[in-house]
Nanobody, 111 residues
Framework: QVQLVESGGGFVQPGGSLRVSCLASGFTFSSYAMYWYRQVPGKERELVAKINSNGFTNYADSVKGRFTISRDNAKNTLALQMNSLKPEDTAVYFC?????WGQGTQVTVSS
């Protein structure tokens, strides 16, 4: 069964940091590009970051320099390190390989 399970969301003050993770199973994780998306109620899902199977990364302009996507193929894990968080980063964060989506993890940035 192809599955993605996110964890690590939470509540943080502006300027703080959070790390969200995504555990993959049921497919050859190392062969797939992986993505982090986020969604705010009433808005479309937004691409945050992408990492290719060879480790090449891309970021949305809104998070460049603050967020870092990484992968550990030995542990079938995708991560997103988020620093200098802003209230506008508040969203549900999803990982995906475009075959399946995780259930999402809530990130709330507020004072």
């Amino acid at each position: 069964q192809v599955q993605l399970v996110e964890s690590g969301g939470g509540f943080v003050q502006p300027g703080g940091s959070l790390r969200v993770s995504c555990l993959a199973s049921g497919f050859t994780f190392s062969s797939y590009a992986m993505y982090w998306y986020r969604q705010v109620p009433g808005k479309e899902r937004e691409l945050v970051a992408k990492i290719n199977s060879n480790g090449f990364t891309n970021y949305a302009d809104s998070v460049k320099g603050r967020f870092t996507i990484s992968r550990d193929n030995a542990k079938n894990t995708l991560a997103l390190q988020m620093n200098s968080l802003k209230p506008e980063d508040t969203a549900v964060y999803f990982c995906t390989n475009f075959i399946v989506w995780g259930q999402g993890t809530q990130v709330t940035v507020s004072s």
